[in-house]
């Protein structure tokens, strides 16, 4: 008996060994890569600055929006016109997004005073996935009072665009279709040919 003990030692060492190697290894692993886990979810930063001042602001439309696209991030600059005193909320519709329209809301915490202030809301969403995106900014939501869509836009999320840029056919593409080969939408500020202000 003490013979097979003798000779079984040196495999029972061997294969505790290996089991505690790879078992040590499997979290270090997983550690090292943890988006082989889980993807990276999408987040919505936002910073607003506020503006007032006893002007009517004549000539100064309600809204506008800039976009820009980086390395996986849509940034808004939105400039709306709206009472002072607000202080506002910015959030990300998640369920929209998993069908690819990036839904953004607008709440005011705040209170609301008689007179209008300037406000730029600089919106910052990502990282996000290759592909296009229906974007929608809907606001301002104040106690009862039911957001509206203020503006809506595309995005792109990598080099090459799905739909058709249509820009100088003497139309306004406004309202367009979500398929690949639909014109792009079109704006007096992406295309000032077609889309004439006033």
């Known amino acids: 008996m003490k013979g097979i003990w003798k000779a079984m030692f040196p495999v029972i060492v061997m294969a505790t060994a290996v089991m505690l190697y790879v078992v040590g290894a499997l979290p270090i692993q997983l550690f090292e890569n943890p988006q082989t886990i889980t993807e990276l979810k999408p987040q919505l930063n936002y910073n607003v600055i506020s503006a007032c001042c006893p002007t009517l602001y004549e000539g100064v439309e309600t809204d506008q929006v800039s976009l820009d696209v980086k390395e996986g991030y849509i940034r808004l600059e939105h400039t709306i016109l709206y009472p002072c005193c607000a202080e506002f909320s910015v959030v990300l519709?998640?369920?929209?997004?998993?069908?690819g329209v990036i839904v953004i809301k607008e709440k005011n915490v705040g209170e609301i005073c008689r007179c209008i202030c300037q406000y730029v809301i600089d919106i910052q969403v990502g990282p996000l996935s290759k592909g296009k995106y229906l974007i929608q900014?809907?606001?301002?939501e104040f106690q009862d009072q039911e957001p509206f869509?203020?503006?809506?836009?595309e995005a792109f999320i990598g080099s090459e665009k799905v739909c058709k840029d249509m820009c100088g056919d003497g139309i306004c593409q406004e309202v367009v279709c979500m398929a690949v080969g639909c014109p792009c939408p079109e704006t007096?500020?992406?295309c000032p040919i077609d889309c004439k202000k006033g």
């Open 93 to 99: 519709d998640e369920k929209s997004l998993e069908q």
């Open 149 to 153: 869509l203020r503006w809506t836009g």
């Open 188 to 190: 007096p500020d992406t």
């Open 137 to 140: 900014i809907w606001g301002v």
